[in-house]
């Protein structure tokens, strides 16, 4: 695939240089500061987490629901605008290191990498147990949130049948069931990472990476020719790598909406993660480098670019099909699980890795399109 450019045509005389970078990892820093005192202050995770979870510990799935649910709280909003800020500065010290204090650099990265990825496995297992909840309710065509019973394993019997609602043979006889063992395991999985959240905020290695930062808020470390240095040749050498790893991807095979081929190889029982996923998630971090450097470049004034933003949502998309047929296929492996359970938990992961090559195909219909951005 012939490399294609992303960005808008620039004044060759007149590009931004290291005062633009600086500006942007202080704006950055001092959005992480905002956002780790409102965190704070709404009790979700602070000083406090030495003694114990606070009252939001409890599990709140469903809560994050589209719907309006209380997920939409404030203590969710400043997480996740942590977690964002955490992310540009990262991305920003690995696209502009040589301008970059080195050993600063590269002590600061996988520290906010640590950060933002111990911040977001939250959510992330909630969004996910809501996701296969609601294919599995699709699928199945019944609820299937099991009423309350006792016991471990499966949760009892699940619902009885109602009168007048169809059945759909075994599905739906293990749809309530496979409901009940993924909102267990799921919900025992959020809850840990809540936990290890507050933990992580509590600790001393957070307290240095918040003090590092609240550095970076004033000073930023650049080199002695940072000042002069043109800004445009690291992001073009971040967008090629984006278009080298998209290039080696296989797009003439996204290109049909059912690649019958890699979904037989998603259906493996293999229990690693598929590695035809893997391309595709690194494509997925490469954007988001390419999106920061395009921030640091033009900074409010980033043209919106409708292309990379469709590509961007396609592979969001695929990362979390990709991860939540992972989820089913784990669920399947529960030791002494009941056959229609199982066969629940196989058509959900199959229902996944059908989203997966469907995010694959808007991906490549989304890329293949002409830059199209507003000033």
Not at 304 to 320: M, P, S, T, W
């Amino acid at each position: 695939m012939a490399q294609q450019h992303l960005d808008p045509p620039t004044n060759p005389t007149a590009g931004p240089t290291g005062d633009a970078l600086a500006g942007y990892l202080r704006a950055q820093a001092t959005e992480f500061l905002r956002s780790l005192r409102q965190h704070r202050e709404t009790g979700a995770g602070g000083p406090s987490a030495h003694g114990g979870p606070p009252a939001r510990a409890r599990s709140r799935v469903g809560e994050e629901s589209p719907a309006g649910g209380p997920g939409t709280d404030d203590s969710g909003d400043a997480a996740l605008a942590l977690r964002r800020s955490a992310r540009r500065i990262s991305g920003t010290l690995h696209t502009f290191r040589p301008l970059l204090d080195a050993d600063w650099s590269e002590a600061m990265r996988p520290e906010l990498a640590w950060l933002s990825g111990t911040l977001a496995r939250e959510h992330a297992y909630a969004a996910r147990l809501e996701r296969l909840l609601l294919a599995l309710h699709r699928l199945s065509g019944s609820s299937v949130f099991p009423a309350p019973t006792g016991g471990a394993g499966e949760a009892g019997t699940g619902p009885r049948s109602q009168p007048g609602v169809p059945e759909r043979g075994n599905l739906t006889v293990g749809a309530a069931k496979a409901g009940a063992l993924l909102e267990r395991q799921l919900t025992l999985a959020r809850t840990r990472a809540h936990s290890a959240a507050l933990q992580a905020l509590g600790s001393s290695r957070f307290h240095a990476v918040a003090d590092s930062v609240a550095v970076l808020a004033s000073e930023v470390p650049l080199t002695a020719a940072a000042a002069t240095a043109d800004l445009r040749p690291l992001a073009a050498a971040a967008e090629e790598r984006l278009c080298d790893a998209v290039a080696a991807l296989p797009l003439v095979t996204a290109g049909h909406p059912y690649n019958a081929e890699a979904l037989i190889h998603g259906l493996s029982p293999d229990p690693a993660p598929h590695p035809q996923d893997g391309p595709w998630h690194q494509v997925r971090l490469l954007l988001r480098l390419h999106r920061y450097a395009r921030e640091v470049l033009y900074g409010e004034d980033v043209p919106v670019d409708v292309r990379l933003l469709a590509a961007g949502q396609a592979l969001n998309r695929h990362r979390d099909a990709s991860e939540a047929a992972a989820a089913a296929a784990a669920a399947a492996r529960t030791p002494r699980i009941a056959p229609a359970t199982a066969y629940a938990l196989g058509v959900l992961h199959a229902d996944q890795r059908h989203e997966v090559e469907a995010a694959r195909f808007a991906f490549q219909q989304s890329w293949q399109k002409q830059a199209v951005g507003t000033p």
